[in-house]
């Protein structure tokens, strides 16, 4: 197992009244992808936003690259190498697809060989590349989204349900996308509710409950045991494709 | 850069939304017909297309600080009277330059005017954000508060400095009077406002669309988290919008108190009707609709004024109803997150 690039340790988070991570432990090894799994409302969309600091950890701790974040403003955590995609996909709708991908690109240029890249996995937005964002259909938008984390090389990529909503034939090509990150040796914690998606892409797996992790292993493991699927998730994975 | 390919058909094109803009227009043709007197007809219209270029300049930089960082900011008049009280000093200053015949020399008197309204305004806008704004980030009820105390309290140090009295603020003596052109009038001064409304406006345009700052403007306006998990720090972007908005306040109440050739402490509470009626009608946050929104307003003010004095007053409150009632968002909406 590699070491972790990324370390929550009894990590809770309050929204307002409400408890929503009630001690988060987990660790996310280095150059995996580690997939977030659990029931709506477990708290897992709460724990991707607390990594980043959009919402603040009332106690615990988050370490990332051997640094104490879980204080840390959102820019400053960014900066450091986290990209983030939202389950809203987060795309400024009034900007062109170049300049939703030139903000990502942060202080450089545009990378000629990363965005051809891009373009070998999203066409789409090689064709929309100057048309106002908010045009893009479903697809496209996530594509861009995905796009946003791709353009520059990051330590840590956190992404919220890509697949949701999509048809299966986009849903193909994001996968594809997503392999090909895997492979620039970039760190996932993905969360998906598609398990022909997770099974294809997790090397690990968490599950989440009540705002907790009630189960870390390998994603091949959980995959072939229906059992501890209907145990941990309530129902078959196989069924949910 | 990659250029987009054109082997995969026609692109598709964006569309830009023209039916404000024709509205625009229709109001000024409707007025051409309900006036029926060419001359009157375009001394009404430059009229009020010099209005409604000053008002966008004062009322820019709070569309965008409200866009950016949803904070309201009922003092925002304050910099229009400190810019136009600035501007009475200068010009005294200034007066022998001012008075003088020579173009070069009026301009002489001009630019200090101007430029001493665009500093000193944005040097109190910058401590205004750092000591009444910062505090209520985020707490809309205690930025009204604040913020319309912060108005009062400095509506009261401009007497102690100025005096309560109605101070002239003379133009220069080659932009005061009309020239003919046939027998149209044309205030010289008007096509001052409209040189300078729209040199602003056109800077904005070129740094809003054209510059990395101004991306990160725009994509505040629509996501401020988006743009922050994207590694920048937007509060630091909002002081520089807040401080280029109070100075740009400030040119604005300087352009006005020429306008008006006085100044009285109110100036500023008094635009703040209008400047909220433009930024509401344009779209909370749009530039381009806060641009077609005071033209509006501008012309609206001005033919209404002319056809019916009586009805001058309510009509821009009109007019904000007719355009809720058809966009309630205004006539840009930002697709804000």
Known sequence: ?241 | MTQPSDDQGPLPQARIDTIPLLILAGVVIVAFFLIGSASTWVTLTIAGVAMGLLIFIMASGLTLVFGLMDVMNFAHGLFIAIGAYVGVSTMKAFSSAAGSESFLENLGALAPTLLGAVVVAGLIGAFFERVIIRPVYGQHLKQILITTGGMIVAEQLIHVIWGPDLLPLPRPETLRGSFLVGDVAIEKFRLVAVVVGLSVFAAMMLVLNRTKIGLLIRAGVENKEMVEAMGYRVRRLFVWVFIVGSALAGLGGALWGMYQENVTVHIGAQMMVLIFIVIIIGGLGSVGGCFVGALLVGLVANYVGYLSPKVALGSNILLMMIVLFWRPQGLYPVNRQ
């Open chain 1, 1 to 241: 197992m590699p070491e972790p690039l990324l370390t929550l340790a009894g990590v809770h988070t309050h929204i307002g009244q409400y408890h929503i991570l009630q001690g988060v432990d987990l660790a996310v090894p280095r150059g995996e992808l580690t997939m977030l799994l659990g029931r709506n409302g477990a708290g897992k969309t709460t724990a991707l936003r607390t990594i980043l600091g959009l919402w603040k950890a009332s106690s615990g701790s988050i370490r990332f690259d051997q640094a104490e974040i879980a204080a840390r403003e959102t820019p400053d955590i960014a900066s450091m190498g986290i990209a983030y995609v939202p389950e809203t996909m987060g795309i400024f709708a009034g900007l062109s697809v170049k300049d939703n991908l030139v903000l990502a690109a942060r202080e450089s240029a545009l990378d000629e060989a990363r965005l051809e890249n891009v373009f070998r996995f999203f066409p789409a937005l090689r064709k929309f590349w100057f048309l106002p964002a908010g045009l893009l259909s479903g697809g496209q938008k996530q594509m861009l989204s995905i796009s946003r984390a791709m353009i520059e090389p990051r330590k840590l990529v956190l992404i919220d349900e890509p697949t949701k909503g999509l048809a299966p034939a986009i849903i193909n090509n994001l996968i594809e996308a997503l392999k090909e990150l895997k492979q620039t040796d970039t760190t996932i914690l993905m969360v998906e509710q598609n398990f022909h998606a997770a099974r294809s892409l997790g090397d690990g797996v968490a599950v989440m409950d009540s705002g907790r992790i009630v189960h870390t292993g390998r994603m091949a493991d959980l995959a072939a045991d229906e059992a501890l699927q209907t145990r941990l998730l309530g129902l078959s994975l196989d069924v949910h494709q």
